[in-house]
């Protein structure tokens, strides 16, 4: 019997384990693809809100506050690319400044600090990119942004370094009530733990309604990315949001934490839960909503583009607590936007939470450092020296646009809960994520997979099992 | 390290490039080449089809780089393999250029001259902005290539490709002759972006259906390449509501064009022309960076490799003349005499007329020419100047003008994009018009 399992491997759930992990207790997490933050958490905006957009009181203000607070500490702490660029609400007209002014006094409500509304020709001062267009605008310098997988990543390292463990392509299949605790049903084998918590994303609901009556719903909401070359990375430097529509927070334009550009997302109610394809009317979309907010959007620059599922629940707010009807089963259901943002305070709240009905010992050996794996292309050249001394592995260039070498994906198979898959390296090293778009490093990256995992070139995967890049040897078709 | 030229990239560019310019009298240089052999793209294109021009004989790729490689080493031309280039900068009239390998770590040499020779790399999916899922099995041409011939690797079983570039069509037939089942070539213009060569020998020869103005609107399969939607387009290139189809296959090829890849000419601050993704450069293939000359596919992307190897020559006699120009008077030993023989045009009494720029114009269905700029007092007899054109002509004519008055006029039955051009211009006749600022390319139709 464990004494906690977390449906979901996400950056919810990752975050909840790495909290947990701070007590003595028997975690581990079950997650139905071949790695963590396979879901909403791999494709999203990469956002850490400052915290004005939500109703003051809801759940997702203050733990949007909290997790912005956050977020600083825990990028030293667990090694992983953060900053705080500031964010822009833009209005293009003068008659919706109410709406702004609205939002200003929300966030100041909800306590986000050094709201300010200015001026279109102060926004363009510090933003000189910004369309001419723009009258007013709503300033959040406390605003920022984050690698989404390297914050997963980061959390469920640390968490697996402090005894929690992970059942990747595991997939949950039933979760009974039974006495003194749940049956876990999965695709391999039963689990039985005291407490459950439901991490799963688009699935929460699914999942939650398997042991409760008070029935909740969640709709997947796709929301499409396009991403854009580095070169044209400095088009602006704060996010830069619209005033919302009914559908969320309209089309954002922002740099990413690694130096590209991205715009999007729309927002469309789908009924497939796996539907993370993008459609050519979503992507033109994008691109002319994002096209406001800026003089020129440069579309000739853009890398590649993908679409993620929110997990929209009826209600509009985050479903996180114990079940009524279900002792022991914790919900972190509804986990949409600024779910990122609010991970870290999730995981606290839900955390404390937790021990607070079902009491447990802090652990005395708790890490709560980890290093991440070394990046060639942001070291000095000393730096890139000093490496290279200690493994020449680092002097192998692997991924020429993202300037990646082999000691950082042998690093990143090596270390614990590490890469199997192309996708696994990809998001923790950044080969394959520049603008030729693995075609020049993939190859080299499934012959370096295989040879540290110990299989054949043709078992390597993109991400879950059936991604297969190659299917035979020649003349064996 | 200080070298008096570093040559960037060991494919048939670079080989060619360091030939020309160790025959013209440059010993302390070096090539560096990032894979574990030189060759570059051409060990991977092991059909024939190359050296017609060269060597008036059909070779595969790796023999026609053998020739190359061979001469490289009877020339004992230093080269250093799995070696990347990371960052060239400039201190003075010296360019540093930055590597890595494993023998040596991080190393940066002092060079008086840098030759690019990076070649290029294709448009990805990502690029295209196809919409769809982004399952395992879908490849660039290249890749997919590598895959087959160099690992022996089948990347897919029932193929569709998109866009009908080059290596495109060289994988139709080649996944045809590995037992791969290739549905169709669909190419988004009205014309295929390929050699008419290869249209006959690798599609029509196996019955491979091409599909002109038609392009991918939609991937399907969550994991692996399930289906493709293809769709005919209109003239401009907009999917045509209604005339989606859906084509089972678990592989999807790119073939929809090379950029040359200029991301270290880009950090050291070369001039870039917007058409053709390259640097600028004059007659000289140098660039508007003292020392630094580009030629290959990293300059623009060709059509077939016996111009890169002649392009390239030129650029490493360019770059020795470069060099020898600029080195100590006092040192007239037998390279020096070699440069002089060779090259020997660019002496002091042009070199007052150095600041005779002649523009060279690319207009009417001319989309860029290379180079773009002659300086007279550096010029060869002959220069070759080499282009594109923007679509597909027959029965048309090249025209070219020394300002106004028209030089020469070639007669050709057809022009294509998918086919590199060149005129070959005489210093004679440039000279012999007073204060000529400008020579014009067009493309002339009836």
């Known amino acids: ?477 | 390290m200080e070298k008096d030229l570093v040559i960037i990239g060991g494919g048939p560019a670079g080989l060619a490039a360091a030939i020309a310019a160790k025959e013209a009298g440059v010993s302390n240089l070096l090539i560096l080449e990032r894979d574990n052999k030189l060759g570059g793209i051409l060990n991977q294109c092991i059909h024939n089809g190359f050296g017609l021009h060269t060597f008036k004989e059909e070779l595969t790729g790796p023999e026609y780089a053998a020739r190359f490689i061979d001469k490289a080493l009877k020339l004992e031309i230093p080269y250093k393999l799995e070696t990347m280039v990371i960052d060239i900068s400039r201190d003075g009239d010296f360019k540093m250029v930055s590597y890595m390998n494993r023998e040596e770590g991080l190393v940066t040499v002092k060079a008086k001259a840098v030759i690019l020779c990076m070649g290029c790399r294709e448009r990805s999916r990502g690029a295209l902005n196809i919409p769809g899922y982004r399952p395992a099995g879908i490849y660039t041409a290249g890749t997919a290539q590598r895959y087959v011939n160099i690992e022996g690797r089948m990347p897919g079983k029932e193929v569709v490709i998109l866009g009908s570039g080059d290596i495109g069509l060289i994988m139709a037939r080649r996944m045809t002759f590995e037992g791969a089942k290739v549905k169709l070539v669909a190419e988004l213009m009205p014309y295929s972006g390929g050699l008419k060569r290869n249209i006959a020998q690798c599609l029509k020869d196996f019955d491979i259906p091409l599909l002109l103005s038609h392009t991918v609107v939609d991937i399907k399969g969550k994991e692996r390449v399930e289906a493709v939607v293809i769709a005919k387009v209109d003239e401009n290139s907009k999917p045509i509501p209604g005339t989606e189809e859906e084509i089972k296959c678990d592989t999807l090829l790119l073939s929809c064009g090379l950029i040359p890849e200029n991301e270290l000419s880009g950090g050291l601050g070369v001039g870039m022309n917007r058409v053709t993704g390259g640097p600028l450069v004059n007659e000289s293939l140098e660039t508007d960076i003292e020392g630094v000359f580009a030629c290959g596919n990293v300059l623009h992307v060709h059509d077939l490799v016996d111009y890169v190897s002649e392009e390239s020559a030129q650029a490493g006699k360019k770059a020795a003349e470069y060099l020898g120009v600029n080195e100590e008077k006092d040192s007239c030993d037998k390279e020096r005499c070699a440069i002089k023989e060779t090259g020997g045009k660019s002496d002091d009494k042009d070199t007052e007329k150095a600041d005779h720029f002649i523009k060279i114009n690319a207009v009417d269905g001319v989309r860029y020419t290379v180079p773009s700029v002659i300086r007279l007092s550096h010029m060869e007899d002959r220069q070759t100047v080499r282009f594109r054109v923007g679509a597909v002509y027959k029965k048309a004519a090249i025209q070219v003008l020394a300002g106004d008055k028209e030089i020469m006029n070639l007669k050709k039955a057809a022009l294509a994009p998918g086919e590199m051009e060149q005129v070959i211009l005489q210093k004679s006749v440039l000279e012999s018009i007073p204060d000529l600022e400008e020579v014009t390319i067009r493309v002339k139709t009836d």
């Open chain 1, 1 to 477: 019997m464990q004494d906690i399992i977390i449906i979901g491997a996400g950056v919810t759930g990752c975050a909840i384990a790495r909290e947990l992990s701070r007590y003595d207790l028997d975690v581990c997490v079950i997650e139905k693809s071949s790695d963590v933050c396979e879901g909403t958490s791999k494709a999203n905006s990469g956002i850490v809100h400052a915290g004005y957009d939500a109703k003051p009181g809801s759940l997702k203000a203050k733990l949007n506050v909290r997790g912005n607070e956050m977020m600083e500490q825990l990028s030293k702490e667990l090694d992983f690319p953060f900053k705080r660029n500031g964010s822009m609400v833009l209005c293009f007209d003068e008659k919706d400044k109410g709406q702004l002014e609205r939002l200003l006094d929300q966030g100041r409500q909800n306590g986000v600090k050094d709201l300010r509304i200015i001026t279109g020709d102060e926004a363009r001062k510090i933003e000189p990119g910004l369309s001419d267009e723009v009258c007013f605008a709503l300033y959040a310098p406390t605003g920022g942004i984050v690698c989404p997988f390297n914050l997963t990543i980061a959390l469920a390292e640390n968490a697996a370094v402090n005894g929690v463990k992970f059942h990747l392509g595991t997939k949950v299949t039933d979760v009974l009530k039974e006495d003194g605790g749940y049956l876990v049903k999965t695709s391999k084998g039963d689990f039985k733990s005291r407490i459950v918590v439901n991490a799963s994303g688009v699935y929460a609901a699914k999942i939650h309604n398997l042991v409760s009556d008070e029935k909740i719903n969640i709709v997947p909401r796709k929301g499409e990315y396009c991403l854009f070359d580095k070169m044209v990375g400095g088009l602006v430097s704060s996010t830069i949001f619209q005033l919302p529509t009914k559908y969320g927070k309209g089309v954002l334009v922002t740099p990413t934490v690694h130096g590209n550009l991205l715009v999007g997302p729309n927002a469309v109610d789908i009924d497939d839960f796996e539907g993370v394809n993008t459609t050519a009317e979503g992507l033109s979309d994008i691109l002319k909503r994002g096209g406001l907010s800026v003089k020129q959007l440069p579309t000739r620059q853009i890398i590649t583009s993908f679409a993620g599922l929110r997990a929209h629940e009826d209600k509009g707010d985050f479903v996180i607590g114990e079940a009524n009807d279900a002792p022991g089963f914790f919900d972190a259901a509804g986990i949409e936007s600024p779910g990122l943002s609010c991970a870290p305070a999730i995981g606290e709240y839900l955390a404390d939470m937790i021990v607070a009905k079902y009491p447990a010992k802090k652990k005395e050996n708790f890490v709560s450092k980890r290093k991440g794996i070394p990046s060639m292309a942001l070291a000095s050249p000393e730096e890139k020296k000093k490496l290279i001394e200690e493994n020449p592995l680092y002097a192998n260039v692997v991924c020429r646009c993202e300037l990646v070498t082999e000691g950082e994906i042998v690093d990143s198979i090596k270390r614990p809960l590490g890469a199997t898959t192309l996708d696994g390296v990809k998001r923790r090293t950044r080969a394959g994520m520049g603008r030729c778009q693995a075609g020049f490093c993939s190859p080299k990256t499934v012959e370096i997979l295989a040879r540290e995992l110990g299989v054949d070139e043709a078992e390597i995967t993109k991400n879950d099992r059936g991604s297969e890049f190659i299917l035979g040897d020649i003349k064996d078709v």
